[in-house]
């Protein structure tokens, strides 16, 4: 098939990809005596440093969350799966990264997926995806495209930008995915699948119905 005519194939990183917030847990837990409650759905109100019951203000968290991507992203690892999804995909597809962090940690985070033998390109983007996710459309002029994301609200954003891509809604961590409001139920995505061998085997039937 032509490269410029496969059909293009736009994923998120962190809890698709890659596990996030076990590891930023984790690492809360062990250096900063924060604890992180993963059961609940509310990120807001989750942290709280040891001995105190109030949570986190906002600006902290954010805070954090840049710590963790300055110093401590190798805690990360690859999904169940990924890794060996993204291989399967890329024989049919154009496949690339599009990844919630500032532009100038995009290189850490292209190191980050090499490392891991991922071998896709990555898209840095600040708030909501759907524009972003319309310019790469756009760069690449595929007749075809999927996104992959773990959160609702980016899905609700890509639907609004690009309402023909196809959209699938998964959360690649067990302990997170409960609490996840479903982007398929609120009518943004048209699947909700969460684990890769199932996704896969998703994808590649409608990459099957585009080729015919």
């Given at each position: 098939?032509?490269?410029?005519?496969?059909?293009?194939?736009?994923?998120?990183?962190?809890?698709?990809l890659l596990y996030m917030v076990v590891?930023?847990?984790?690492?809360?837990?062990?250096?900063?005596?924060?604890?992180?409650?993963?059961?609940?759905?509310?990120?807001?109100?989750?942290?709280?440093?040891?001995?105190?019951?109030?949570?986190?203000?906002?600006?902290?968290?954010?805070?954090?969350?840049?710590?963790?991507?300055?110093?401590?992203?190798?805690?990360?690892?690859?999904?169940?799966?990924?890794?060996?999804?993204?291989?399967?995909?890329?024989?049919?597809?154009?496949?690339?990264?599009?990844?919630?962090?500032?532009?100038?940690?995009?290189?850490?985070?292209?190191?980050?997926?090499?490392?891991?033998?991922?071998?896709?390109?990555?898209?840095?983007?600040?708030?909501?995806?759907?524009?972003?996710?319309?310019?790469?459309?756009?760069?690449?002029?595929?007749?075809?495209?999927?996104?992959?994301?773990?959160?609702?609200?980016?899905?609700?954003?890509?639907?609004?930008?690009?309402?023909?891509?196809?959209?699938?809604?998964?959360?690649?961590?067990?302990?997170?995915?409960?609490?996840?409001?479903?982007?398929?139920?609120?009518?943004?995505?048209?699947?909700?699948?969460?684990?890769?061998?199932?996704?896969?085997?998703?994808?590649?039937?409608?990459?099957?119905?585009?080729?015919?």
């Amino acid at each position: 098939m032509n490269t410029a005519r496969k059909p293009l194939i736009v994923t998120d990183c962190d809890e698709v990809l890659l596990y996030m917030v076990v590891p930023f847990r984790d690492w809360l837990a062990s250096d900063m005596d924060i604890d992180l409650d993963l059961g609940t759905n509310n990120f807001g109100r989750a942290l709280r440093r040891r001995g105190c019951d109030e949570p986190l203000e906002q600006s902290e968290i954010w805070q954090l969350l840049e710590g963790f991507f300055d110093s401590q992203m190798h805690r990360q690892s690859p999904i169940t799966g990924a890794c060996e999804s993204m291989q399967v995909l890329r024989e049919r597809a154009n496949v690339v990264v599009l990844t919630n962090l500032g532009d100038e940690r995009r290189e850490a985070r292209q190191r980050q997926l090499d490392s891991f033998g991922f071998g896709l390109k990555v898209y840095t983007n600040q708030g909501p995806k759907g524009p972003a996710l319309r310019a790469i459309l756009d760069e690449y002029g595929a007749q075809r495209a999927f996104f992959i994301d773990d959160l609702a609200h980016h899905h609700a954003s890509a639907s609004e930008e690009t309402p023909h891509v196809t959209r699938l809604h998964l959360v690649g961590e067990p302990i997170l995915a409960p609490h996840i409001p479903c982007a398929f139920q609120q009518g943004h995505a048209h699947a909700r699948i969460d684990d890769w061998s199932n996704a896969l085997a998703w994808l590649c039937e409608r990459l099957d119905e585009v080729e015919e």
